[in-house]
């Protein structure tokens, strides 16, 4: 894997950051949804850039927790699902032996 220099802005800072390729467009999409969610909160009511980046953060924050809340329960249920056809194979692979 190459790791490359690039430049990112948030909350009009330029950060230079060493990332792999792989991640470089994941990691500049991830900077403009920040961004756009800034200047989505700068036009409501905040005007300091500590107070945009702690209302942006909360919320990617409980995105991600509440997606992972729900993968966890997908995963769950697919789980059950899976056992449950593997008991049904099982039963239909000793019916025929039979």
């Known amino acids: 894997m190459e790791d490359i220099s ?4 948030i909350a009009n800072r330029p950060y230079k ?4 390729r792989n991640d470089e467009e994941a990691i500049r999409n991830a900077s403009l949804l920040i961004e756009e969610k800034i200047n989505e ?7 300091d850039y ?13 995105n991600s927790y509440n997606y992972g809340k729900q993968a ?4 769950s249920e697919l ?3 899976l056992i449950k056809i593997d008991k049904l194979l099982d039963d239909n692979l000793l019916e025929d032996k039979n």
């Open 41 to 47: 909160y700068k036009s409501y009511f905040y005007k």
């Open 72 to 75: 966890g329960f997908i995963n």
């Open 17 to 20: 950051l060493i990332v792999n």
């Open 50 to 62: 500590q107070d945009l980046l702690a209302m942006a953060i909360l919320q990617f924050a409980t």
């Open 79 to 81: 789980e059950d699902k």
């Open 6 to 9: 690039i430049s990112v802005k």
